[in-house]
């Protein structure tokens, strides 16, 4: 008897070892932010109206998260705004 509650235990440990906590390194586009949240704020909305269902009720604003702002790469001209003069 005592062994198998001996190896039931070692299976639970063993179990248990192996569990991560919850990863919570989520980065998306849109923040609630205000004097309530640490910048950038809660972004953790993929789509401003999730932001705004969320935030509604509550003191903050949505706005859009900075990491994604910076990260976009820049908008390139349009080449149909170009004219060139005649050759």
Known sequence: ???TQLALGA???AGLAGIEPARADYDYP???QGAAY???GDCSYQTREQC???VSGRKGYCGQNPAFLLARPPLQ???RG???PPA
Request: charged share 25%.
């Open 52 to 54: 705004l269902a969320s």
């Open 38 to 40: 640490d910048y950038p």
């Open 77 to 79: 001209p349009s080449p």
């Open 82 to 84: 170009r004219r060139f």
């Open 11 to 13: 299976l639970v440990l």
């Open 30 to 32: 849109w923040c609630i």
């Open 1 to 3: 008897m005592r062994k």
